[in-house]
């Protein structure tokens, strides 16, 4: 899938991956490092980016510590296992709010994405953020980033008509991201 996202000519600096549905499967309010599934090809992409000598991170919403489901060394362990099957990630960007408590990190805002940049060096239209629901895509706009949604089966049909970009897997993503650039 490709709808035309007509980026600049010019390659990100830095990718930063939600959690959740794009690298490693959705277990919601996953507490347990024994539960990471990684998804597919995503050891690939994250080792190619690297390569390459592009930034990763890592920017995810994780209300379930705000809503008492999950405590901070439960993500934080998590997380671990996460970097350790896929490597290391230059940032990580983590929102422990609930939707009510409207902070600026939570995704579809902006924050985790304007902190992962500034913390990176870079300005924000130099970062793309790959994801696979609207929250995902909506802060990568807000921020003033590149978006391509990788779609699931939660994403809904909506997100998928109103991405700036969509791709079939992390592969593809990543791939519209360096079509065309210089």
């Known amino acids: 899938m490709d709808f035309s996202p007509g980026f600049p000519r010019t390659a990100p600096r830095a ?3 939600d959690r959740d549905g794009t690298i490693v499967r959705d277990v919601p309010y996953n507490g347990d490092p024994s539960l990471v599934e990684l998804m597919p090809g995503a050891r690939e992409v994250l080792d190619r980016l690297r390569s390459k000598g592009v930034g990763v991170g890592v920017v995810t919403n994780q209300s379930g510590i705000a ?3 999950v405590t901070r060394e439960q993500v934080d362990a998590v ?13 990580w960007e983590i929102c422990p709010h609930g939707t009510e408590d409207a902070c600026p990190c939570r995704k579809p805002r ?11 060096g870079l300005d924000p239209a130099d970062v793309a953020v790959i994801g696979d629901i609207g929250a995902d895509m909506g802060a990568a706009g ?32 990543v ?6 650039t210089a």
């Open 110 to 120: 902006p924050g985790m994405i304007l902190s992962a940049s500034e913390r990176l």
């Open 175 to 180: 791939a519209l991201l360096w079509a065309g």
């Open 79 to 91: 997380n671990a296992r996460v970097e350790e099957l896929l490597g290391p990630f230059d940032v």
């Open 15 to 17: 990718v930063l991956f």
């Open 67 to 69: 809503r008492g489901l």
């Open 142 to 173: 807000a921020a003033g980033a590149r978006g391509v949604l990788v779609p699931t089966d939660v994403t809904l049909g909506e997100e998928i008509r109103s991405a700036p970009a969509v791709a079939g897997s992390l592969s593809d993503a």
